[in-house]
């Protein structure tokens, strides 16, 4: 009887065909297409604000262990499933639909978190309306599974915008329904092993299939479903909410809904901007966010990553403190790392939302809220360069050479890294650290002998009443800084002069020298790396190179060699492959090397390869690359040469 109800229903959802989608869309100026949708500006509002705090908060929080619960307890052998196993019992019978009513979010007060936010120097807040779980957490006719009918039976859209509004913070939502109905499928299995193999989960009955949605169609297995069906229900749904709560901004994970230039995700974007132009004398003052090259017709927003450069349109950046949903095994990151990716986003016209993490009674960690209070601390001094700024003619310089693209945000910066924005005839200069000797030089402002430019008449320091001594030389703006900081994370110089204009600096990669005893130590910061995915993280009080999931990507170093001599060679790294195999080339010689498993990414081992003759004194490249066989994933703190005694 089941076999015929399944086929019954694929039966009907294949009745349902994309010439049968109705998709309104309110009057206006735009149409539900990338032509019509060239038309739009990005409001001013937006390219002023630069700073969001987002609430990636629902009922995926309640276990505490991180993103995509919803998911992958119903991934036989994942460790969200062992863990819903150990808790709650199987899935065929205590699935997601039994921890949706935990989450009561009993101590959430919007109204002081807000406060905190706006201290801190939001200028918008982002609500989670809908994660890929299928939850809702708006007030809606549609769809019986949301806050105001479960957990905490409360408007939870409406009482975050209650509470921006309060305080003049524009406010948006987040949908992650797009992917849901693919996302969710694993619901609708079974356990291959076991005493209950073959018993399917409760994502299989009838019952729940409003929240878990009917089996898809075989095939349909991408991001987005290819099901008009499905592709109706979204926009039903998402139309709703934003008809209800008319927000200002409005996230999608993922690119425009359904394809890169599908109806269904065009025509939500002509309803959001033609609506909001409605409400605001024909003036569209409405943002769209989406993970798609957006060349103007709305906000490109980047996961957990940058840009390599200034981008012309207005972009985002969306991250996270932590892990999306509260995970009890994760470290916060520090405020350094926040003001970082704020200074470099702003530089290159570029927005940050952050996500603090809240926990599943609605609370923050006292070590978020320390830093809230820190970096609230931070834009009470350096704001002016930041809220209302621009780009100049181009973002910095510095050491550190980033890569653009989502998932590269792990840098390590220092004094070196330079970055600037611009107000009308200021221009400010944030050096994302604090020098050795209290003497910075910024080479992009260098006064070439006999050029005019870079006629600067005053340097002043933001946060410092002192006179600051400067100097322009042909290498750059030396500046010598006050003993007492106004703050411990950056340095914000307010320029005023003339003709400014940039002097290119040459990106010069010194050569690692060996230490008094001979030995060298190559580490993450100072490596050349090659790829798209392979980039530096930080570990700790540590960096090392990550995200080499890649055998086609590798890293060298250059090195001063004083003398000829032969050389032990090691590598400092982690893995959890029971071995990764790699080769070490140094001068002509090639040495293999295998990381065995660690047991955890955040624990290091050295594993020693052997010796290495450098036959010549002089600049010496090391090479560090994956092996065409048994290569996994690791990550690399450092090499070590020693000289062999």
Same mark, same amino acid.
Request: hydrophobic share 35%; proline share 5%.
């Given at each position: 009887?089941?076999?015929?109800?399944?086929?019954?229903?694929?039966?009907?959802?294949?009745?349902?065909?994309?010439?049968?989608?109705?998709?309104?869309?309110?009057?206006?100026?735009?149409?539900?297409?990338?032509?019509?949708?060239?038309?739009?500006?990005?409001?001013?509002?937006? $390219?002023?604000?630069?700073?969001?705090?987002? #609430? =990636?908060?629902?009922?995926?929080?309640?276990?505490?262990?991180?993103?995509?619960?919803?998911?992958?307890?119903?991934?036989?052998?994942?460790?969200?499933?062992?863990?819903?196993?150990? *808790?709650?019992? =199987?899935?065929?019978?205590?699935?997601?639909?039994?921890?949706?009513?935990?989450?009561?979010?009993?101590?959430?007060?919007?109204?002081?978190?807000?406060?905190?936010?706006?201290?801190?120097?939001?200028?918008?807040?982002?609500?989670? +309306?809908?994660?890929?779980?299928?939850?809702?957490?708006?007030?809606?006719?549609?769809?019986?599974?949301?806050?105001?009918?479960?957990?905490?039976? $409360?408007?939870?859209?409406?009482?975050?915008?209650?509470?921006?509004?309060?305080?003049?913070?524009?406010?948006?939502?987040?949908?992650?329904?797009?992917?849901?109905?693919?996302?969710?499928?694993?619901?609708?299995?079974?356990?291959?092993?076991?005493?209950?193999?073959?018993?399917?989960?409760?994502?299989?009955? &009838?019952?729940?299939?409003?929240?878990? =949605?009917?089996?898809?169609?075989?095939?349909?297995?991408?991001?987005?479903? @290819?099901?008009?069906?499905?592709?109706?229900?979204?926009?039903?749904?998402?139309?709703?909410?934003?008809?209800?709560?008319?927000?200002?901004?409005?996230?999608?994970?993922?690119?425009?809904?359904?394809?890169?230039?599908?109806?269904?995700?065009?025509?939500?974007?002509?309803?959001?901007?033609?609506?909001?132009?409605?409400?605001?004398?024909?003036?569209?003052?409405?943002?769209?966010?989406?993970?798609?090259?957006?060349?103007?017709?709305?906000?490109?927003?980047?996961? *957990?990553?940058?840009?390599?450069?200034?981008?012309?349109? &207005?972009?985002?950046?969306?991250?996270?403190?932590?892990?999306?949903?509260?995970?009890?095994?994760?470290?916060?990151?520090?405020? @350094? !790392?926040?003001?970082?990716?704020?200074?470099?986003?702003?530089?290159?016209? +570029?927005?940050?939302?952050?996500?603090?993490?809240?926990?599943?009674? +609605?609370?923050?960690?006292?070590?978020?809220?320390?830093?809230?209070?820190?970096? #609230?601390? %931070?834009?009470?001094?350096?704001?002016? #360069?930041?809220?209302?700024? $621009?780009?100049?003619?181009?973002?910095?310089?510095?050491?550190?050479?980033?890569?653009? +693209?989502?998932?590269?945000?792990?840098?390590?910066?220092?004094?070196?890294?330079? *970055?600037?924005?611009?107000?009308?005839?200021?221009?400010?200069?944030?050096?994302?650290?604090?020098?050795?000797?209290?003497?910075?030089?910024?080479?992009?402002?260098?006064?070439?002998?006999?050029?005019?430019?870079?006629?600067?008449?005053?340097?002043?320091?933001?946060?410092?009443?002192?006179?600051?001594?400067?100097?322009?030389?042909?290498?750059?703006?030396?500046?010598?800084?006050?003993?007492?900081?106004?703050?411990?994370?950056?340095?914000?110089?307010?320029?005023?002069?003339?003709?400014?204009?940039?002097?290119?600096?040459?990106?010069?990669?010194?050569?690692?020298?060996?230490?008094?005893?001979?030995?060298?130590?190559?580490?993450?910061?100072?490596?050349?790396?090659?790829?798209?995915?392979?980039?530096?993280?930080?570990?700790?009080?540590?960096?090392?190179?990550?995200?080499?999931?890649?055998?086609?990507? %590798?890293?060298? !170093?250059?090195?001063?060699?004083?003398?000829?001599?032969?050389?032990?060679?090691?590598?400092?790294?982690?893995?959890?492959?029971?071995?990764? #195999?790699?080769?070490?080339?140094?001068?002509?010689?090639?040495?293999?090397?295998?990381?065995?498993?660690?047991?955890?990414?955040?624990?290091?081992?050295?594993?020693?390869?052997?010796?290495?003759?450098?036959?010549?004194?002089?600049?010496?490249?090391?090479?560090?690359?994956?092996?065409?066989?048994?290569?996994?994933?690791?990550?690399?703190?450092?090499? $070590?040469?020693?000289?062999?005694?």
């Amino acid at each position: 009887m089941k076999r015929i109800a399944l086929v019954v229903a694929l039966l009907a959802v294949r009745a349902f065909a994309a010439d049968d989608l109705k998709l309104p869309v309110a009057d206006g100026t735009f149409k539900p297409d990338m032509d019509s949708l060239k038309q739009y500006k990005c409001p001013d509002w937006f $390219r002023d604000a630069k700073f969001g705090i987002w #609430a =990636h908060w629902g009922p995926q929080c309640v276990p505490m262990e991180g993103d995509w619960y919803a998911k992958k307890m119903y991934v036989q052998g994942d460790k969200d499933y062992k863990d819903h196993l150990e *808790r709650w019992g =199987h899935p065929s019978t205590n699935g997601y639909k039994d921890i949706i009513p935990m989450w009561k979010a009993e101590k959430w007060d919007p109204d002081r978190l807000m406060q905190l936010y706006k201290k801190a120097g939001a200028k918008y807040f982002v609500s989670m +309306g809908t994660h890929h779980d299928n939850f809702f957490l708006w007030n809606s006719k549609l769809h019986r599974w949301n806050a105001v009918n479960m957990g905490p039976h $409360r408007d939870v859209v409406g009482d975050w915008q209650k509470a921006a509004q309060k305080l003049g913070l524009k406010f948006g939502v987040s949908e992650h329904l797009g992917a849901s109905f693919t996302w969710f499928q694993p619901s609708h299995g079974s356990d291959k092993t076991g005493p209950l193999a073959g018993v399917p989960y409760d994502g299989a009955n &009838p019952e729940f299939q409003d929240l878990y =949605h009917f089996p898809a169609e075989p095939g349909d297995k991408g991001w987005y479903s @290819t099901n008009p069906k499905w592709q109706q229900q979204w926009y039903n749904e998402i139309q709703e909410l934003v008809n209800n709560y008319h927000p200002d901004l409005l996230y999608s994970d993922g690119g425009v809904a359904f394809g890169k230039d599908h109806v269904v995700g065009m025509s939500m974007i002509a309803h959001l901007y033609n609506a909001n132009a409605a409400a605001n004398g024909g003036k569209c003052e409405a943002v769209y966010n989406c993970k798609q090259v957006s060349e103007g017709r709305w906000v490109q927003d980047l996961e *957990r990553g940058i840009m390599s450069g200034i981008d012309p349109n &207005p972009w985002q950046t969306d991250t996270s403190i932590g892990d999306w949903f509260y995970n009890k095994n994760w470290k916060f990151r520090p405020v @350094t !790392w926040v003001i970082d990716m704020l200074v470099d986003n702003v530089s290159k016209n +570029g927005n940050l939302l952050l996500n603090v993490v809240q926990r599943p009674d +609605g609370t923050l960690d006292p070590e978020v809220e320390q830093m809230l209070g820190d970096l #609230a601390a %931070w834009t009470a001094i350096h704001g002016e #360069a930041i809220y209302g700024s $621009r780009p100049w003619l181009v973002y910095g310089e510095g050491a550190v050479k980033t890569k653009g +693209g989502s998932f590269k945000e792990d840098f390590t910066y220092s004094s070196k890294d330079i *970055r600037f924005t611009t107000k009308g005839d200021t221009l400010y200069a944030t050096a994302l650290g604090w020098p050795e000797g209290n003497e910075l030089t910024i080479k992009t402002l260098a006064k070439p002998a006999g050029e005019n430019v870079n006629n600067i008449t005053a340097v002043s320091l933001l946060g410092s009443s002192a006179k600051i001594e400067w100097k322009q030389t042909a290498d750059g703006l030396v500046v010598t800084l006050p003993a007492e900081k106004p703050n411990p994370y950056t340095i914000g110089l307010k320029i005023t002069g003339t003709e400014l204009k940039n002097i290119p600096v040459p990106v010069v990669i010194e050569p690692i020298h060996p230490d008094k005893n001979g030995n060298l130590k190559l580490t993450a910061e100072d490596a050349e790396l090659h790829g798209e995915r392979i980039k530096v993280e930080q570990k700790g009080v540590h960096s090392n190179i990550g995200f080499w999931d890649n055998s086609g990507e %590798w890293a060298s !170093w250059k090195m001063q060699i004083p003398a000829a001599g032969t050389y032990n060679i090691s590598v400092n790294a982690s893995a959890t492959a029971d071995a990764s #195999a790699f080769t070490v080339e140094v001068g002509n010689q090639k040495l293999d090397g295998k990381a065995t498993s660690t047991g955890d990414w955040e624990k290091f081992q050295n594993f020693k390869l052997g010796k290495a003759e450098i036959k010549e004194a002089g600049l010496v490249e090391l090479k560090v690359r994956p092996s065409a066989q048994g290569w996994h994933a690791i990550n690399l703190r450092d090499v $070590r040469l020693d000289p062999a005694k």
